[in-house]
């Protein structure tokens, strides 16, 4: 409008700063830089993970969709987190953490993407004070991890679970599933053995979960 005075703030307002042209600004000038540096990303995932299989392409497709699925499902720079039983693929199991991510996920990250498999055993480190009140809930020493666990490390294993037929049917895995402690400290002696991380070992952080007290 003519002789409009100009008033702070009407940059922030004016169309070139709206969030929609923001977005094609950066799709227009970024996005392939962005799409590059993804690409090289994966292929150095991939490379480390690669494993081939001479003779059977089904073998090799299925192998490929599972290394697929860790590889995403793990964040190295996060160490309050953890993979949940079904990973990125669904909401069962409420995203909770169970022991086979040491026993049967981790190997794979031992071997492929060290800072990841550094990064899952430390979301064990912090939440060892709920597992060390699960143990004092149940008169042990020491530490006793949940047999689900989610970002506190506190059991979250529901007391029920109402089945197909209607039944409602108690749940013990919580109470009476104790191994999953042994099972951790397993998994960070493969992960030292496999690394030779000394410094993980050695900086007082590890040694509570692999400690009788």
Known sequence: MPGRKRHEG????????????KLHYWACH?????SRQWCRRWLRKWQAAEVRIIGDEKAQRALRFAAYHLIAAANPADEHVSIGA??????AYRGH???DTEIYMLPFYVFTDP?????LLMYRY???DAA?????????RGA???WESADTGDETTPRTVVAPSGQVVTLLTGEREHHISADIAYAVWQYWRATGDDGFMLLQRIWPLTSPR
């Open 10 to 21: 009407d940059s922030e307002r004016a169309p070139h700063h709206s969030p929609r042209h």
């Open 30 to 34: 970024h996005s392939l830089r962005i």
């Open 86 to 91: 079904r990973g990125l693929t669904g909401e």
């Open 97 to 99: 953490v169970f022991w």
């Open 115 to 119: 800072p990841a498999a550094r990064a």
């Open 126 to 128: 912090h939440t060892l």
């Open 132 to 140: 060390r009140r699960k143990a004092r809930s149940h008169g042990y």
């Open 144 to 146: 006793l991890c949940a």
